[in-house]
């Protein structure tokens, strides 16, 4: 398996709710990164938090790191139409030199 | 608008022709890349400028060359394409220090040999 591999790989919920995404690695990290793509677009970064951080939050995102599991998870609050999109973790190594892995990502269905 | 622009944004071609994909970037960022997404939306590095020097060079076919011009700047040029490039590929940029605050990605060019 890779590292950075989100679960589930597809999730579907109706608008209103909360959407919870998962992303387990295996090596030291730096940090750890989640992005957004819409459908034939480029990914869009959302939120970065550093090895040494466990939570952040940005709007109706909520992100955790728990580095002694070696996951990642995104929430995403009271969910909209809009947040239909493929979402991506991307682990920065922490070995030498440059080392960014993105997951297969998981692709969210928001019903309205 | 500050943006990583990449063209085109669909490529049809032949096998065996060469092709050229072009991307700026505004940014200020010091550090491009060349990410190839497949058709299992896997996303996977395959070079990386810092001031125009090669810093990555993943094992990709050698028909594949990145061109850094100046710092805003990488292209990339196929050579003699085959069926299996077909995929998705996108430009990038960021500082060099990564840990702050991660990518800026293009919009992506679909290229589909035929």
């Known amino acids: 398996s890779q590292q950075g591999e989100e679960d589930p790989q597809a999730l579907s919920i109706q608008e209103g709710e909360n959407a919870t995404m998962n992303c387990s690695y295996k090596?030291?990290?730096?940090?750890l990164q989640w992005y957004r793509q819409n459908s034939g677009r480029g990914l869009v970064h959302l939120i970065l938090?550093?090895?040494?951080?466990r939570e952040k939050h940005s709007g109706r995102l909520r992100v955790t790191l728990d580095t002694s599991k070696k996951s990642s998870s995104l929430l995403i609050t009271a969910s909209r139409a809009a947040d239909t999109a493929s979402y991506f973790c991307a682990t920065d190594l922490a070995t030498g030199g440059f080392k960014t892995i993105f997951g297969a990502g998981t692709r969210l269905f928001v019903k309205a | 608008d500050t943006a990583v622009s990449q063209t085109p944004k669909y490529l049809v071609t032949q096998m065996g022709n060469d092709k050229s994909i072009k991307c700026e970037q505004n940014l200020g960022h010091d550090t491009m890349y060349w990410y190839k997404q497949d058709s299992k939306k896997f996303l996977k590095i395959m070079f990386s400028y810092n001031n125009k020097e090669l810093i990555i060079n993943e094992t990709v076919p050698n028909r594949f060359s990145p061109k850094s011009p100046d710092k805003a700047h990488l292209n990339l040029h196929i050579n003699s394409l085959e069926l299996g490039d077909s995929a998705v590929y996108f430009c990038?940029?960021?500082?060099?220090?990564?840990?702050?605050?991660?990518?800026?990605f293009g919009s992506g060019t679909r290229l589909t040999v035929v």
């Open positions: 090596t030291s990290i730096n940090n």
């Open positions: 990038a940029s960021s500082h060099f220090d990564r840990d702050s605050y991660g990518y800026t």
């Open positions: 938090i550093r090895s040494n951080e």
